[in-house]
């Protein structure tokens, strides 16, 4: 879920100055030597799914330490507003949870919208091969998990090895270098898309607190207002904003889990560009022209030209990949760290090994370690028996094997369905630990499997080109 800063000209044209009006040069240099390694890394395919990492165990230490105290204090910190006699007031983790997550859950709408009209999803033939390993790779690890906690009560907690993290799963795939076929990242994405739709589906069905209409209706006089504003042409995304929070608000309160309001609303943002590629450019080029010929012209001359370009700028991509590239940061480096360090902290001295706890853990961590790689393959294999799927050219069976095996990487998602399942019961810190396994164990047997598995160049023929291969892996 990384996109590469934008980057400088290869040839800037020697009219620019190089150093900003009224800079120091010197200073401007040092700032640009401390910033460059930040840049480097956040343009790295892994850079969040590092991130992500670092956060579970700054979460894990906190919670294990001496000041594990300060750690449960500061998540239940409360916040809210209080308007006289009406308050609503909720602790810190809850407005991460149900709040910041919400915004994370419309990205995860926003890539399925721009999967289906155009990606790995928008064909049948495309779209057979993610689909199959998708449905393997979710059905297998519920019923690997339900086969360990049988006749427990602790069998509700069957979604949580559904999810893929596609940060974690797509760094790991970067260690392997060149090892990994572009083709393999496309398939592994577009499988995780998938994921995510059934995750969303159980969350849907399954953690809903009994539906009141006041609060449906009010969800859905905030989706009228979204839907008035797209066919009046409002293009300005903060204009939706407020339309947004009444569907997020009414969701809540009409008894579905909040973060649906992302999901709903990401799949209903427009796809499509509506100047595009071609619209952009011929608007530069008369711009250009058009300026070229204001010479000693003032500013206040040029600012409809400057503006026009702005408007060619902006509406050259759909508002899906618009809204997508400007949230993705904010998503990857802030929410979802945010999200770790809120809910990763398991304190191991907290958990009871007796009863349910122990098979919660080992349930959730034999489901991602196990269960995922073997409904991928089990699934692929099959479609491939029935001649209802076929491999991208270049991929085989060992491919799929190494793209089942990371994709019981769970991390984000199963955490955030273990809170679901078990809320604040002891059980909860028994599976978010055995996320946390079962993700590392399918991670290192990742690695191991790729160098073994995998040689270090490329498979011959394989389907999609470095550049393509980029784009469909930018989430």
């Given at each position: ?287 250009t022209e058009d300026i070229r010929g204001l010479k000693g012209a003032s500013a206040s001359q040029m600012f409809p030209h400057l503006a026009l370009l702005e408007h060619a700028r902006i509406e050259a991509t759909s508002p899906v990949e618009r ?144 550049e393509e291969a980029e784009q469909s892996t930018e989430r």
């Amino acid at each position: 879920m990384s996109e590469p800063l934008p980057s400088s000209p290869a040839r800037a044209p020697t009219s620019i100055r190089p150093n900003p009006p009224g800079a120091w040069r010197p200073a401007h240099r040092v700032a640009q030597r401390v910033l460059a390694p930040v840049e480097r890394l956040l343009a790295i395919q892994a850079s969040s799914g590092i991130v992500l990492f670092a956060a579970a165990a700054i979460a894990m230490l906190w919670a294990n330490s001496r000041y594990s105290e300060s750690y449960r204090w500061f998540w239940s910190l409360e916040f809210g507003l209080r308007l006289g006699p009406v308050a609503f007031v909720r602790e810190l983790r809850w407005w991460v949870n149900d709040g910041l997550m919400a915004v994370f859950f419309f990205v995860v709408g926003l890539e399925l919208r721009r999967e289906i009209h155009n990606g790995e999803l928008a064909e049948l033939r495309r779209a057979s091969l993610p689909i199959a390993a998708a449905l393997g790779g979710t059905i297998a690890p519920a019923l690997v998990y339900l086969a360990v906690n049988h006749g427990r009560a602790s069998a509700v907690g069957w979604p949580i090895p559904m999810a893929t993290d596609i940060a974690f799963a797509l760094g790991i795939f970067t260690l392997l270098a060149s090892r990994v076929a572009p083709a393999m990242r496309v398939v592994l994405l577009a499988l995780a898309v998938v994921d995510d739709l059934a995750a969303v589906g159980v969350i849907a069905v399954c953690f809903s607190t009994g539906l009141h209409l006041p609060g449906l209706l009010f969800a859905a006089l905030g989706f009228w207002a979204v839907l008035t504003m797209r066919a009046a042409g409002v293009r300005s995304p903060w204009l939706y904003v407020p339309a947004g929070v009444i569907v997020w608000a009414g969701i809540y309160a009409g008894g579905l889990h909040p973060t649906m309001a992302g999901v709903l609303l990401g799949v209903t943002t427009p796809p499509v560009a509506w100047l595009g590629r071609e619209g952009l450019l011929e608007i530069v080029s008369q711009s250009t022209e058009d300026i070229r010929g204001l010479k000693g012209a003032s500013a206040s001359q040029m600012f409809p030209h400057l503006a026009l370009l702005e408007h060619a700028r902006i509406e050259a991509t759909s508002p899906v990949e618009r809204i997508q590239h400007a949230l993705h940061r904010w998503v990857a480096f802030g929410i979802m760290p945010l999200f770790a360090l809120a809910n990763a902290g398991v304190v191991i001295d907290g958990i009871r090994w007796d009863g349910d706890a122990r098979w919660v853990f080992v349930g959730v961590a034999l489901a991602l370690f196990v269960g995922k790689p073997l409904g991928v393959i089990a699934a692929t294999a099959l479609g491939r028996s029935t001649g209802l799927l076929r491999l991208p050219a270049g991929l085989g069976a060992r491919h799929i094997a190494l793209v089942g095996s990371v994709a019981g990487v769970g991390f984000t998602m199963a955490l955030f369905l273990a809170q679901l399942c078990f809320g604040t019961s002891p059980l909860a810190a028994a599976g978010k630990l055995g996320v946390l396994v079962g993700s590392g164990s399918a991670a290192l047997l990742t690695l191991a499997l790729g160098r073994t598995l995998l040689s270090t160049a490329l498979p011959a023929g394989a389907a999609e080109t470095a550049e393509e291969a980029e784009q469909s892996t930018e989430r």
